[in-house]
């Protein structure tokens, strides 16, 4: 059974400093690994979605990373802006169509 | 498109009522899934809809749990009898496939259901 994990569970940063999301999974067997946004009393927002052919994609200020071999993906974010504060979820695809969520990573960018 | 829309956005019930949940997906989305988040389990997949047939619900809970999908434009989570432990947010989800018969694309979340049960 694939088990997500998100390191750390909350941070925070002076705004305009880079940071980096860390999530780790179990089961290297996945469709895709994607990020969301979630922002409080909200439903999530797609990021970013990475193919398992892939090895990162970019938007923007963000950028995401895979290494399935290690179970891996990390979520870039420069210059950070009190904007960017919510909480930030990655999931893995292991079946086409059946994500496992992390436990996500609240993040808070102070002005 | 207004996105995926749910109703009601907050409910609040005694103990032993049921509820029913209710999501419109975007139009043209093969797929629909409904999800449950709460602090101790995170957010959790409880089933899922591949046009309006149910493929996969192994995270239903228990037989309280029921989900329909009568048709292409609507679905409906109930729980009969409710208990205090699922209250949660319900989110309601959909996509569509990259490929046909293939892993979906980006799923569009609804703004969710706080479900609260005295």
Not at chain 1, 35 to 53: A, H, M, N, V
Request: charge should be negative; glycine fraction near 8%; aromatic fraction near 8%.
């Amino acid at each position: 059974k694939q088990e997500v994990t998100q390191i750390p569970a909350a941070l925070s940063v002076p705004e305009g400093e880079n940071l980096v999301l860390n999530c780790s999974f179990t089961d290297s067997a996945i469709y895709n690994l994607q990020w969301f946004r979630q922002d409080p009393g909200k439903g999530l927002t797609s990021l970013l979605l990475i193919q398992s052919s892939q090895r990162e994609q970019t938007s923007g200020r963000l950028n995401a990373s895979l290494d399935k071999s290690s179970g891996r993906s990390t979520l870039y974010i420069a210059a950070s802006q009190p904007g960017d504060s919510a909480t930030y979820l990655c999931a893995a695809d292991n079946a086409g169509n059946m994500l496992t969520f992390g436990g996500g990573t609240r993040l808070m960018v102070k002005p | 498109d207004a996105g995926v829309i749910q109703s009601p956005r907050h409910e609040v019930t005694e103990m032993g009522q049921e509820v029913t949940l209710r999501c419109k997906p975007i139009s043209g989305h093969d797929y629909l899934f409904w999800y449950r988040q709460t602090m101790m389990r995170g957010l959790e997949l409880l089933i899922y809809f591949n046009n309006n047939v149910p493929i996969d619900d192994s995270g239903m809970p228990e037989d309280r749990f029921s989900a329909k999908m009568p048709n292409a434009s609507f679905s409906t989570l109930k729980i009969q009898p409710s208990e205090p432990r699922d209250s949660a947010v319900y989110f309601c989800a959909s996509s569509q496939p990259v490929l046909a018969g293939g892993p979906t694309d980006t799923q569009y979340f609804g703004p969710g259901t706080r479900l609260t049960v005295l």
